[in-house]
């Protein structure tokens, strides 16, 4: 047996460590967790903390912690941790003596070389201060290698034919976009681009500040003047900022965060994903500016772009996929585990390194998108066959994720939820799986909002789910075997198609809708009763359906000139509604509003 390479992500915020084990790559994990937080410190008897105890004790002793190191490494400078003083190797050393004696103690034997990554932008001086860190943790640094190089072996290690492929890198501390090209085996950065002061986070510091403005506002108390009460709310909002990567809402609740003439505060704000992407989003246009410039440095257009992969945990906010998938013109990468795969792919390269043969990374995913038949406007005018995918295809098992819907009609008090499996937008060539009816909704105003979750098992057990906000009601579903059922059907329609052929009849496809071909018995054709939409404009949505129905109803009684006018508006409104120009629409209706709050006092 060779000597074992280690293959390391000194990352800014967390690093990991991995090796090749049976032909896969294999991140060292201790009680659990893979990740090492990049945190050094020392505690009140001096004693040496790296990771998790040194992170818990930054907020209230950061005199004696230091995060971030890898921002200063290259640097001529001393870092003060207590009352001595360090360089940026030192305490990179000890970062990843921690990584080598984890990775020694679960191997069994002492290791001494490693394959150390480093961001593409990284100048000599920083890969050289790298090289020297690796050497004061007593390894051997074999070799210095690219993070978005790293990111992209994961995919395909022995890629043959040219491929071009879009790195985008966004972790807790730092962003970086490169432009990777891979023909057989050779691999080259053609451009990179980034920002090395902006990354997760930042995004934390946005939240910790909405929510500590609005308790102030609330109890004019200000919890970040205490170090406490400041770190509680900051790892509170950082797990609402992870559960906001999969669900429309995150609640932050602290009780006892705050005491005021005797009595005890507590915390408790809901946040929703469109809030935390408002907050976030001219951040995010920077990296999308970042991405134009490694585009035209690169000189490769968006559609020469083979594939587009996401690295780092804060790339998991979807937000990011639909921005570069707007941009690029095609769906975004993150199979392989965003967090890991830098460690996985420097684990990879150390493997070659040593002979060994590496396929790409085996991971269990969805084949096929799944959602829900909603209702949505198709150039002006109700869709009812509309398909809202909710776990899309390519996402890694188990998975979970949940969207929010809206309610159609005044007072409606039931939803029918049709589950459905496939890519295309209209559910009728997609493959129905199952559909259940949630009753006892609240007698509301249109608009009412529900939760759809889907949980999807390794085993194919799709567990989906729909919650009324206001109430808590909820229902839910068991399919059994749902990705098997998916792919008999595809069997199966792919048999008729082929007898169609066989027998020359020449049919579009468009007259073949899902439930023709299905075994299963057809899906209502009744209209659905929950308004779809993205989640930018979805309030908008459901006003302007409102008062387009109630101006119908009214625009047959009314004058000539009235009437004009009104179906003008009506247009106006449509129009604003088929292009999505959401500021245009809330003008719209205001005015249509307006015009029919006169025309129903006259």
């Known amino acids: ?11 800014t915020t967390n690093s990991e460590v991995a090796v090749v084990r049976d032909g896969q790559p294999h ?3 201790e009680d659990g967790d893979p990740i090492l937080p990049s945190f050094v410190g020392l505690s009140e008897d001096g004693r040496l903390l790296v990771g998790k105890a040194a992170r818990n004790q930054w907020v209230l002793a950061p005199e004696r912690t230091i995060k971030s190191i890898k921002r200063k490494m290259g640097q001529d ?5 207590g009352d001595q003083e360090f360089r940026p190797q030192e305490i990179s050393a000890m970062i990843l003596r921690a990584l080598r004696d984890r990775a020694s103690a679960q191997l069994g034997v002492p290791v001494r070389k490693a394959v150390i ?17 690796g050497e004061l943790a007593d390894l051997e640094v074999v070799r210095i290698l690219n993070e978005p190089t790293a990111a992209s072996l994961t995919y395909d290690p022995s890629q043959r034919e040219l491929q071009r492929v879009l790195v985008y890198d966004l972790g807790g501390g730092t962003f970086d976009v490169s432009i990777v090209q891979s023909q057989e085996g050779v691999i080259e950065v053609l451009a990179s681009h980034g920002d ?3 990354g997760g986070d930042d995004f934390d510091d946005l939240l910790l500040k909405h929510v500590v403005d609005k308790f102030k506002t609330e109890h004019d108390v200000d919890l970040s003047g205490n170090l406490a ?13 992870r559960q906001l990567s999969y669900h429309p809402f995150a609640r932050i609740e602290e009780e006892f965060i705050a005491e005021k ?6 915390l408790n704000v809901e946040i929703s994903r469109e809030e935390y992407e408002a907050m976030i989003r001219p951040m995010l246009d920077r990296t999308m500016d970042c991405v134009q410039r490694a585009l035209d440095d690169s000189r490769v257009v968006g559609s020469a772009i083979n594939k587009v992969v996401l690295v780092g945990g804060s790339t998991r906010t979807p937000l990011i996929s639909r921005l570069l998938e707007e941009r690029l013109g095609q769906p975004t990468h993150q199979e392989v585990n965003p967090d890991l795969c830098v460690a996985m792919g420097a684990g990879i390269q150390a493997a070659m390194m040593g002979g060994a043969s590496v396929g790409p990374v085996l991971v269990d995913i969805t084949p096929h998108s799944m959602g829900i038949k909603c209702l949505d406007l198709l150039q002006g005018f109700d869709f009812p066959f509309r398909f809202a995918p909710i776990l899309k295809r390519n996402t890694p098992l188990p998975a979970s994720q949940s969207e929010i819907f809206h309610t159609v009609h005044d007072n409606q008090d039931a939803v029918e939820i049709d589950v459905y499996q496939g890519e295309r937008e209209d559910v009728r060539q997609n493959y129905q799986v199952g559909k259940f009816t949630i009753s006892g909704l609240s007698k509301v105003a249109a608009g009412n909002p529900l939760v759809v979750q889907l949980d999807l098992t390794l085993d194919g057990i799709l567990k989906v789910s729909a919650r009324e906000r206001a109430t808590g009601l909820q229902k839910q579903i068991t399919i059994e075997n749902a990705l098997a059922k998916f792919e008999r059907e595809e069997r199966d329609v792919a048999r008729q198609r082929l007898d169609r052929l066989w027998n020359n009849v020449e049919r579009p496809e468009a007259d073949y809708p899902a439930d023709e071909w299905s075994d299963d018995a057809p899906p209502s054709r009744e209209a659905p009763e929950l308004v779809a939409g993205p989640r930018e404009g979805q309030r908008e949505t459901v006003q302007a359906r409102a008062l387009l129905e109630k101006a119908e109803r009214l625009v047959g009684n009314l ?39 006169y025309l129903e006092e006259v």
């Open 1 to 11: 047996m060779s000597e074992p390479i280690l293959g390391i992500d000194l990352g």
């Open 27 to 29: 991140v060292f994990a």
């Open 77 to 81: 400078v001393k870092i003060r941790l």
């Open 117 to 133: 990554t480093v961001p593409a932008y990284f100048n000599d001086a920083q890969r050289q201060a790298t090289r020297e860190a």
């Open 196 to 198: 090395t002061a902006l």
């Open 229 to 241: 009460s400041r770190a509680r709310v900051l790892r509170a909002v950082e797990a609402a900022k």
């Open 261 to 266: 003439n005797g009595q005890a505060l507590h």
């Open 559 to 597: 004058n000539a000139e009235d009437k004009e006018e009104v179906d003008r508006l009506m247009e106006q409104l449509r129009t604003a509604l088929t292009d999505r120009k959401w500021n245009d629409v809330t003008s719209a209706c205001n005015e249509l509003s307006d015009i029919l709050f």
